[in-house]
Nanobody, 122 residues
Framework: QVQLVESGGGLVQAGGSLRLSCVAS????????MGWFRQAPGKEREFVAD????????GYADSVKGRFTISRDNAKNTVYLQMNSLKSDDTAVYYC???????????????WGQGTQVTVSS
């Protein structure tokens, strides 16, 4: 059974940085694309970034391009989201997700973490 556990959220001032981590278990991590999504109060969950199993392909939402970087360490079963130049609009619960099939790109996601809160104060 897949388990995804996020960490690294918190309260940060506008312009600051945070790094989110997500540790995965239950599957051969490097076979699966991973992604980050977020959901702000009163809004739909939205895509933030994704990365292929080997790390060679990445995608970003327009709203975070140039500010956020997704990366992964397959030896540690961990995917990261480095968030720089944070804005109040980035305030949301951030969710880690794993692709539902190995080698699938672009991925569709079938497993989700419990989320970690990121709050950016202006």
């Amino acid at each position: 059974q897949v388990q995804l556990v996020e960490s690294g959220g918190g309260l940060v001032q506008a312009g600051g940085s945070l790094r989110l981590s997500c540790v995965a278990s239950g599957r051969t991590f490097g076979f699966y694309a991973m992604g980050w999504f977020r959901q702000a109060p009163g809004k739909e969950r939205e895509f933030v970034a994704d990365i292929s199993g080997g790390g060679g392909s990445r995608g970003y939402a327009d709203s975070v391009k140039g500010r956020f970087t997704i990366s992964r360490d397959n030896a540690k079963n961990t995917v990261y989201l480095q968030m720089n130049s944070l804005k109040s609009d980035d305030t949301a619960v951030y969710y880690c997700a794993q692709a539902d099939r190995p080698g699938n790109w672009p991925p569709t996601f079938g497993s989700w973490g419990q989320g970690t809160q990121v709050t950016v104060s202006s």
